[in-house]
């Protein structure tokens, strides 16, 4: 939807930012043996992290594991109990106020700004930060430029997020943290979101994003972290994420009339498991190997596979299964 | 009336525009041949790239745009008052009482009295709400999250409400003079301000310190009501304080809308700037400003307070 305004943005970007790129794997946020104390309970039990340049990275986890609390420490408005933090140089807590000049926040939780146009939200804004980015182009990256003279209160829920990017936006910044950017939105709005972050990576942008949805982490970071009851559970790339490339593929098909599972080829049969709905599931570590077997097993005798299925373990299997560990550990 | 605002607005930006181009022309023959500079909106630098004073007229100017949008805020503020001056003015306004030592008509007494009303629901009253919404609405969180500095966004605020309650008070001062005939003395207009924008000051102070206190805008408008209509009857407001007993008038006396209430009923009576105001009255709205400021400083939230762990 986007993709006109962010080619144009990209390119006028791009001399601006070639220079900080070769700054290369030197990271934009680092935290070391984070922890958070609110009374008597320990939201955050010790957390390391590094975020590079240009990265989309996710912060997974469920609701309550610690995660609005180390995005609020990250962004400056809670202080660590103990721990090393640094955003873009500074420990947050302490940091000057040219250092909100170089990050952008979009929150989970913000209504827009009472009584003003798209425009003049954006106007407001803008006057807020040295350098900030025109208005008009701004407008046009999150493709708002129709309604900027609609109250920002009237706008629709995908609107008013991509409201909320422009205003994280308007100030130029380095570094953006989105805090559950979709959540709540119908699939239509949640796409139309996911382009304006992809497109974030083309101007050279830094994400910080936490979600809920296994989808948008799998479709968007080039990293993941998961933290469940304080800790990170888990890191890696999506296709990593808990060793998942070393777990078994799942191949499931139907057996052809009159053959069962005892008829299939010695090499497979071992290992195939009979299902309640008469379906067969193998679990395939040789993948390629498996299949050929098998659809040579049904060529020689003439049948058809008709329903067969090949399907990794998805990412939302591996984070349930990584933060219900974690919660058994915890009650243990 | 709000088209006369918004027709002065439009008259101070047109005014405001013929620069523009002044300002923009060092800053254009100046440039570095960065890829950033380009990007600087033509309307100019930005109000942070100008200095403090510059995002505080910017703050206030889009914070007063925001007050006079909403239409809660537009009948609370300007147009109440002068119903308030209406009714009690045609229902009471031919009985007669005293202010320091001169007999005068109810009429006259009314005028200080719901002066003293806008101020209060003016600044306390609408800045315990919209603070609380902004707050809990995480508005103010998305400031913060800005370079612009917190005292900017709390001033922008509190000027607000001085700015609203000036033009209120100079509506209420009209409607007496054209609909009552009650004049008031050039040296008590000034007084009247002097004692109005500290009034409104104070008043914004404790504004925050409430807001501060209150966990969400349900509760925000039951706390402003109860809180002020106690006061109306216990501060000369709606009853001259002579009519109070000695126990009511020093329970009025301990909270700043009685010495509020109490200078500009002087102003009323008196011509002269120096016989308008009290001095004790003005350290006592001072020392509210002061208190509450400092206590709100201490208690005041940026984030909603529904902010998960």
Known sequence: ?332 | MFFLIKYLIRLWRRRQQPQQPAETEPEASSREPRTRARRVAPAGPSAAARGPLAVLAHELRYDLKTSLRNPRARFVTFLFPVLLLVIFNSAFGGGHTNIAGQQITLARFYVPGIMTLSIVMGSYGMLVQSITVLRETGVLKRRRATPVPPGILIAGQALTTVVTVGITVAILLAVAKVGYGIGFAPGAIAAIACTGVLATLACACVGFLVSSLIGSPEAAMPVVQATMLPLWFLSGVFIPMSNLSAGLRAVGDAFPVEHAANSLHLASVSSSFGGALDGTDLLVLAAWALGAAALAAWRFSWLPSTAKA
């Open chain 1, 1 to 332: 939807m986007l993709t006109n305004n962010l080619d144009a943005a990209v390119a006028q970007r791009h001399a601006a930012t070639s220079q900080a790129h070769d700054g290369g794997a030197e990271p934009v946020i680092s935290i070391r043996g984070l922890h958070k104390r609110y009374g008597d309970t320990e939201a955050v039990r010790g957390i390391d992290l590094e975020i590079h340049r240009g990265e989309i990275f996710a912060f997974l986890g469920p609701n309550g594991a610690g995660k609005t609390t180390t995005v609020e420490i990250l962004e400056g408005f809670r202080r660590a109990t103990s721990g090393e933090v640094e955003v873009l140089g500074h420990n947050p807590w302490r940091a000057p106020g040219s250092w909100r000049e170089r990050i952008g926040i979009v929150l989970q939780e913000s209504e827009a700004e009472p009584g003003l146009t798209v425009r003049e939200c954006l106007e407001l804004y803008a006057g807020y930060y040295r350098e900030p980015r025109d208005v008009d182009e701004t407008l046009e990256l999150v493709d708002l430029a129709a309604q900027d003279d609609q109250r920002a209160s009237a706008l629709s829920g995908g609107q008013r997020r991509r409201l909320d990017v422009a205003l994280a936006l308007i100030g130029d910044p380095e570094l953006l943290f989105l805090d559950e950017p979709t959540t709540g939105f119908d699939p239509s709005a949640r796409r139309a979101a996911w382009d304006v972050i992809s497109g974030l990576r083309d101007l050279g942008k830094t994400v910080f994003l936490t979600t809920h949805y296994m989808e948008e982490a799998e479709r968007l970071a080039d990293r993941i972290a998961v933290i469940a009851a304080g800790q990170i559970v888990a890191q890696g790339t999506p296709q990593t994420l808990g060793g998942r490339q070393f777990e078994a593929t799942q191949i499931t098909f139907t057996p052809p009339v009159g053959a069962s599972a005892s008829d299939l080829p010695a090499a497979i049969a071992e290992r195939a498991q009979p299902q309640p709905d008469g379906r067969v599931l193998l679990a395939s570590t040789t993948v390629a190997a498996d299949l050929h077997l098998l659809s040579g097993w049904a060529l020689e005798w003439g049948l058809e596979l008709d329903d067969i299925e090949v399907a990794r373990p998805t990412l939302e299997d591996v984070y349930l299964q990584l933060t219900r560990e974690s919660h058994d550990q915890h009650r243990s």
